[in-house]
Nanobody
Framework: QVQLVESGGGLVQPGGSLRLSCAAS????????MGWYRQAPGKQRELVAIIISGGVTNYVDSVKGRFTISRDNAKNTLYLQMNSLKPEDTAVYYC?????????WGQGTQVTVSS
């Protein structure tokens, strides 16, 4: 069983930055990959960034060059550094941990980009 607790969302002006965190707790699981997803009002949830074994990362085109996904294995924490934020980045952001048994989701954290 894996529990995920997200933090770091909030209201920010266009061009600003935020860092999201996702702390994972639990034991006895083998990770496949970890990722950040987002869901804007009226839209489907979409993958934003993913990090797999060995630290390989991938991003949706709309955030490339602005967002950085990283993980601290010692702290079992996943991060998403978001820079140069745009109003279209407004959404609820979710972290996901994929194991070889099942996927786990965080509760979501709201990110609002507005002046």
């Amino acid at each position: 069983q894996v529990q995920l607790v997200e933090s770091g969302g909030g209201l920010v002006q266009p061009g600003g930055s935020l860092r999201l965190s996702c702390a994972a707790s639990g034991s006895g699981f083998s990770l496949k990959h970890m990722g950040w997803y987002r869901q804007a009002p009226g839209k489907q949830r979409e993958l934003v960034a993913i990090i797999i074994s060995g630290g390989v990362t991938n991003y949706v085109d709309s955030v490339k060059g602005r967002f950085t996904i990283s993980r601290d294995n010692a702290k079992n924490t996943l991060y998403l550094q978001m820079n140069s934020l745009k109003p279209e980045d407004t959404a609820v952001y979710y972290c996901k941990v994929a194991t070889y048994v099942m996927d786990y989701w965080g509760q979501g954290t709201q990110v609002t980009v507005s002046s």
